[in-house]
C-alpha cells in the first residue's frame, strides 16, 4: 500500500521555505502599525530577528544533514524531553 518514503529538503530550499513564512506573516500581520512613525524600525528589527533563527536553523541542519528536527531534538535532548520540545515546537 503506502510506501514510507524518506524526502529531504536542501538548505536552500529550507531557507526559502522559512523566508516565506517570516516576511509573509510580518507583511499579514502588520505588528508594526502600533509602532506610528517607527514602524520601520520595528519591521527591520523583526527581519533581523527572522534572519537570525533562519541563520540557527541551516546550522542546525548542516551540523545533522540526514536526520530530521525530531530525531536531532532526541538526539540531543533525550527520547523523553526530545519528543516534549518537538511537540511545544509544533
Do not use: C, R
Not at 531557507?15 to 517570516?22: A, E, P, R, V, Y
Amino acid at each position: 500500500m503506502n510506501k514510507e518514503k524518506n524526502i529531504k529538503i536542501s538548505n536552500i530550499q529550507l531557507f526559502i521555505l522559512m523566508s516565506g513564512f517570516i516576511f509573509g506573516s510580518s507583511s499579514i500581520l502588520n505588528v508594526a502599525s502600533t509602532a506610528k512613525q517607527d514602524a520601520w524600525l520595528a519591521f527591520l528589527i523583526g527581519w533581523l530577528g527572522g534572519l537570525v533563527l533562519i541563520t540557527i536553523y541551516i546550522g542546525i541542519f548542516i551540523l545533522n544533514p540526514s536526520l530530521t528536527l525530531v530525531e536531532i531534538l532526541q538526539k540531543h535532548f533525550g527520547k523523553y524531553v526530545g519528543n516534549l520540545v518537538a511537540l511545544l515546537y509544533v
